[in-house]
């Protein structure tokens, strides 16, 4: 059955791992059982059923088959997304594809996945109209492309648009610039009354400040500035973390007052520190050939973590091609979806949009060109760094282009797992160990699948601690399950 | 730099109002503050060129470990993938199974059958599997000797605690290494790992499980003794005796030395319980009219202080002899260490067997102490599992209706039955006569013989002529038939493999129209029908699990 086929390129920790959290998926456990759901049934692109719930009627839920990663529908009202309905039909489709009978998608799939096709279509040829775009940018073309699109849609409006864009950067800038001011002078009081009268500080000391830095359109620095008050709770080495903290902050104020001085990508990375960030869209059709990487990407894994309800999600990934590593940042407010789902452990061949930077790291996916592959490559074919010291060279490097990077990822060979005194650390073929990160919770996975010897590892790396994403085994690439390191 | 950084936070801390701030003595990093700024500006400059400094030469936190030992290679074959997958779907079903002994009887056929195969289970699975023996272990052991096998070299060595020179929690204390060499327990690994390795030399070699026992007695600490002395149950026989005796000395072991004895019919100690008992057990003519009544005189504390102190060594307190109520219990704990057998030599001598035991039965039932005698008698039943006196005891429902112990009493006797005896009282309780016992006393699994062709083709015929009277899932609800009754578990766990694809289909065909006829919920009247009806989807759900393993397993077995 064509279902079962296309579940099945789904392992079963691939679909555990589409769950928003570790709730959700022991809920949907619960729910893949057959006498749960009312005539389930599924076709070569959808699975759909009807799920009793708590209301007088059953919960419709519709899975979308169609792309790499599935889609999923229910009429349920839970925010998680996919709801433990959704989860529980996948999972019963891979369980027990013969539960579910083939038929014909009634209407309330087929026009779900009409809809969805239509929206896809707009996408695809919104991003291809972007994708010829920059390519006519990047080979001169871009100017007379323009103005014979100015021709065809009235040269008056393109210019009083591009007024319109520098009017409003104008603006920003007057308003960031003034934002800034009132930064350092509140920087300089603080450090002229002395950093130990902090910890007396109500937290609104440090909040008034970051609403002043939202108002000057600086959510970057907000953020910084509140992670000022974090520090200065930090424990015994407080100072330290604080007036690293400030230094930061200096550095990026000190930054933007001599912006046009520096390089475009360093240029890039300030703004994008500061929070004056580049929407997807625009990204998508600016970025020139050069940003632009077609490479079969590995999913290595991903980091949750959250500030106050927003939640973060860091998938990190590997071309396998070029060696490069790349960021996919996604955010979600509370229990809502993150829009995109990734598979950790698959890779996928696609297009990435570097966002610009100093040392770019963050992408965005902008073509899916091939379908993603359920086992990761063998071990010869991946570029890796040696040892501890290979990675704290490269990080050094990546610092001096940006001071501001937190997290890289890396893949390390010969690392062997063992534990001391309860925790896990990782020692490499120098024999040099490095504590992992205490939130890892899968270091008997570790251990047992290295059996004392060393393993290839990915892993995301603050500078400070290591957090293992995952490991080539005998059996290919094993993403491990990171839903739980929220709050790191 | 570190120097540098802790100068730069002695100006920090009181603020540059009250301290100074020095100049850089690198002068690459105080080329790099250039133009005039006030001490504030100056100090976080500095801030934001050290900080950016330290952290690019941040010298990870590391250490030199000592080398750990490496895990031995695989010496069993990896489980195919198919029987993994199998494996994960059988887990998958446990969070909702509402019949979870049931289910976890499959679980550890599933182990056994996989490790009699010489599979072992993949590395990423070894954690998940030592957990599940820590978790359902402690109350099953013998999960815990299925899953060893399965383990492989690396499990053994996951679970030893990757050795290293620091201590590490241990989390998996029950797991030893089958292939050391077995001539001693590997205390070594704790008492649980020990207990562990002492139940499955039991159960192949009793006689060797006793005398590595007995060897370790004189070193072993009290608390090592009390956690070892249980795995005697294991292949509990004859031999044990002596050194069970000898436990009775030691206040700690009394008690479970005094519950193994108590299976042991022709020990000392059963002996020396029926001479205090059964003296006091007679049959005394009735007054007014013919016949006799049981009389039970309740046992007193011996006045002779040698005979009080042997009595004190099988367990009996003076304590409890101190009421009438706890002499009557007294009273029930010596008659169950008294063999029924003993109970019909003692009263009816000359009569024939069968004839005594119904004999027996309705002096019990007449009796004033017949909560008592009762409750020994079942006891008595159960320890020294009498299955033609457990028989006659479920054959007599008027037992049951003034029975202080309620259904637990009958659902405890069906596994002392011969499997032959269960089956026919099965096969009559489905045609709505179960003799006055709770008609799902007979659904329950049982070790033992398996099923055979018989009873399943015996069951199908059954079944089908009482569908044809109830059509209905929920006509067969109102019947008080409920879905193990229907399709009982010993049925699905018991019959032999080479049957289950004739049950498999005789079960659906039979069954599963039961299902497809209310498939809209307001078919259902109330929640109980609708449990019922889950109940039968889950109970054809555990037969198709059982019949896919062994399918399997004919693929496995014979991939040609």
């Known amino acids: 059955m064509n279902t079962m086929l296309l579940t099945h390129n789904l392992s079963l920790a691939q679909i555990e791992a589409l769950a928003p959290d570790a709730a959700s998926l022991k809920a949907g456990k619960g729910l893949a059982l057959p006498h749960k759901w009312l005539n389930p049934a599924g076709s070569s692109e959808a699975l759909w059923g009807e799920c009793a719930g708590s209301g007088a009627k059953p919960y419709r839920t519709q899975v979308d088959l169609r792309e790499p990663n599935p ?4 009429s349920c009202p839970s925010r998680k997304f996919p709801c433990k309905h959704g989860l529980g039909l996948i999972l019963l489709a891979a369980h027990e594809p013969k539960v579910l009978s083939v038929a014909e998608p009634p209407d309330w799939v087929s026009e779900w996945l009409q809809l969805r096709s239509e929206r896809q279509q707009k996408a695809e040829s919104k991003k291809k109209q972007a994708l010829t775009e920059a390519q006519l940018r990047a080979d001169g073309l871009a100017d007379s492309a323009s103005s014979s699109d100015s021709v065809l849609s009235g040269a008056p409006a393109k210019a009083g648009s591009k007024t319109s864009e520098a009017e409003k950067e104008r603006k920003r800038h007057a308003n960031l610039q003034a934002g800034l001011e009132e930064l350092k002078l509140w920087l300089e009081d603080l450090v002229r009354r002395g950093l130990a009268h902090l910890p007396a500080e109500n937290i609104s000391y440090f909040e008034q400040m970051a609403a002043r830095m939202v108002d000057a359109q600086a959510p970057g620095l907000a953020r910084r500035v509140r992670n000022l008050a974090a520090c200065v709770q930090a424990g015994s080495n407080w100072a330290e973390k604080t007036l690293e903290q400030l230094g930061l902050i ?3 104020v000190q930054g933007y007052e001599r912006l046009d001085q520096l390089d475009p990508g360093l240029q890039a990375e300030i703004k994008n520190q500061l929070g004056w960030t580049l929407s997807q869209e625009t990204l998508l059709q600016s970025a020139p050939a050069k940003d632009r990487s077609l490479d079969n990407w590995l999913i290595l894994g991903q980091v949750f973590s959250s500030d106050e309800r927003l939640r973060v999600r860091r998938t990190w990934l590997l071309g396998l091609r070029s060696g490069r590593y790349a960021l996919l940042l996604d955010f979600a407010f509370a229990a809502s979806p993150f829009k995109q789902l990734w598979t950790p452990g698959q890779s996928l061949e696609a297009e990435l949009v570097w966002f610009p930077g100093s040392w770019p790291l963050r992408g965005l996916v902008s073509l899916v060109q091939g379908e993603q592959l359920p086992r990761g490559p063998a071990l010869a074919e991946l570029p890796c760094f040696e040892s501890w010291q290979d990675l704290r060279r490269q990080r050094a490097q990546a610092l001096a282009a940006n001071p501001w990077l937190e997290h890289q990822a890396a893949c390390l060979a010969d690392l062997t797992p063992h534990l001391q005194l309860d925790s896990l650390w990782l020692e490499d073929s120098q024999g040099v160990s490095l504590p992992v990160w205490p939130g890892f919770e899968q270091s008997w996975l570790l251990l047992a699948l290295s059996g004392g010897q060393p393993l290839r590892l990915s892993l995301e790396s603050d500078g400070e601690r290591i957090f293992p994403l995952g490991v080539w085994s005998e059996q290919g690439y094993l993403a491990f399950n990171s839903l739980e390191s929220g709050g790191r | 730099m570190q120097e540098l950084w802790q100068n730069l936070l002695k100006t920090a801390l009181p603020g540059t109002a009250q301290a100074v701030l020095g100049k850089l003595v690198l002068p690459e990093l105080e080329a790099l503050i250039t133009g005039p700024h006030t001490p504030e500006s100056r100090l976080l400059r500095q801030a934001a060129a050290l900080s950016l400094y330290q952290r690019a030469g941040h010298q990870f936190q590391s ?93 053994i060595w996951l679970a030893a605690g990757p050795a290293t020179a620091q201590a590490v929690k241990q989390p998996w204390k029950w797991v030893f290494d089958p292939q050391l060499p077995q001539d001693s327990p590997p205390l ?14 039991r159960q192949q070699d009793p006689q060797a499980g006793l005398r590595q026992l007995q060897a370790l007695w004189p070193k072993a600490s009290p608390t090592l003794r009390s956690a070892l002395l249980p795995v005697l149950q294991a292949g509990l026989n004859a031999d044990d005796e ?12 009394r008690q479970a030395a005094q519950e193994l004895l108590s299976h042991l019919p022709q020990s000392c100690f059963v002996a020396r319980m029926q001479a205090r008992i ?3 057990l007679s049959l005394k003519p009735l007054k007014k009219r013919a016949g006799a009544e049981l009389d039970l005189r309740l046992p007193a504390w011996p006045t002779d202080p040698l005979e009080a102190a042997v009595w004190a060594r099988d367990g009996l307190e003076k304590a409890s002899f101190s009421s009438l109520a706890s002499r009557q219990l007294v009273a029930e704990a010596l008659l169950k260490c008294c063999p029924p057998a003993s109970w019909l030599k003692h009263l009816l001598p000359h009569a024939d067997q069968a004839a005594a035991r119904v004999e027996l039965l309705e002096l019990v039932q007449a009796a004033t102490y017949f909560k008592h005698l009762l409750s020994g008698l079942v006891g008595a039943t159960l320890n ?11 054959a007599r429902p008027a037992l049951w209706q003034r029975n202080p112990h309620g259904q637990l009493l009958p659902l405890a006797l069906v596994p002392v039955l011969s499997l032959q005896s269960q089956q026919e009282a099965y096969l009559k309780a489905l045609a709505g006569n179960a003799a006055g016992v709770p008609p799902q006393a007979w659904v329950s699994r049982r070790d033992g013989q398996a099923v055979g062709q018989g009873f399943v083709a015996a069951w199908a015929e059954r079944l089908a002529t009482e569908l044809q009277a109830s059509a209905s899932l929920q006509e067969l609800h109102l019947l008080g038939i409920s879905p193990s009754l229907l399709l009982p578990p010993f049925l699905i766990l018991g019959a032999a493999p080479e049957w289950l694809p004739v049950l498999e289909t005789s079960a659906q065909h039979l069954l599963a129209p039961l299902l497809e006829a ?26 198709e699990l059982r019949a896919e393993l062994y399918r399997l397993f004919a693929f496995t077995d014979n991939p040609n």
């Open chain 1, 71 to 74: 889609a999923f529908k229910c």
């Open chain 1, 250 to 252: 200096q550095l990026l």
């Open chain 2, 63 to 155: 250490r030199f470990a000592e080398r750990a030992a490496v895990a031995e290679p695989e010496s069993r074959v990896l489980c195919p993938d198919a029987l993994l997958a199998f494996w994960q779907k059988l887990l998958s079903y446990w969070p909702q199974a509402r019949f979870k002994p049931d289910w976890r009887l499959l679980q550890r056929e599933t182990l056994r059958q996989l490790a009699n195969r010489g599979w072992r289970f993949p590395h990423h699975l070894l954690p998940e599997l030592l957990e599940m023996g820590n978790d359902w272990g402690r109350e099953d052991p013998q999960l815990r000797l299925e899953i060893l096998p399965l383990l492989g070299r690396r499990g």
């Open chain 2, 188 to 201: 070594e690994q704790g008492a649980l790992a020990a207990s562990l390795y002492l139940r499955r030399l």
């Open chain 2, 242 to 253: 002596a050194f069970l005796e000898t436990c009775l000395d030691d206040k700690r072991l």
């Open chain 2, 278 to 280: 059964l003296p006091l």
């Open chain 2, 384 to 394: 020294f599992a009498d299955a033609e006196m457990a028989q006659a005891l479920l």
């Open chain 2, 518 to 543: 209310e498939p809209e919920s307001k078919a259902l009247p109330d929640k109980s029908l609708q449990q019922a009806a889950q109940d039968l989807s889950e109970l054809l759900r555990l037969l």
